[in-house]
């Protein structure tokens, strides 16, 4: 089973740009989707991009509205989040997630078999 890490979580003022990025251990790396999902204080968690095993596609939640992007690097078995022009609300704890299947809705919590350990993004105001 794959293990996932993720790192790149920090503090950044509004405005700023932070790279989170999410290490699997699997050699069939390029046979998961990925997901990216975050938890803030007080708040279930929630989507917040995913993209194909290919990279092919790529699916954000409404909020980001072109400031983040997904992408991945299947020969470092790694996929990233650039996350850009970050607010305040963008403070949470991101989690990478990994997906086996093939499916249309990659926003569902559910389509995911395992999850990394969060790393920590505060943004100040």
């Known amino acids: 089973q794959v293990q996932l890490v993720e790192s790149g979580g920090g503090l950044v003022q509004a405005g700023g740009s932070l790279r989170l990025s999410c290490a699997a251990s699997?050699?069939?790396?390029?046979?998961?989707?990925m997901g990216w999902f975050r938890q803030a204080p007080g708040k279930e968690r929630e989507f917040v991009a995913a993209?194909?095993?290919?990279?092919?596609?790529?699916y954000f939640a409404a909020f980001v509205k072109g400031r983040f992007t997904i992408s991945r690097d299947n020969a470092k078995n790694t996929v990233y989040l650039q996350m850009n022009s970050l607010k305040p609300d963008d403070t949470a704890v991101y989690y990478c997630?990994?997906?086996?299947?093939?499916?249309?809705?990659?926003?569902?919590?559910?389509?995911?078999?395992?999850w990394g350990q969060g790393t920590q993004v505060t943004v100040s105001s």
């Open positions: 997630a990994a997906s086996r299947g093939l499916y249309s809705d990659y926003d569902r919590e559910l389509r995911y078999e395992t």
């Open positions: 699997s050699r069939t790396f390029s046979s998961y989707a």
């Open positions: 993209i194909s095993w290919s990279g092919g596609s790529t």
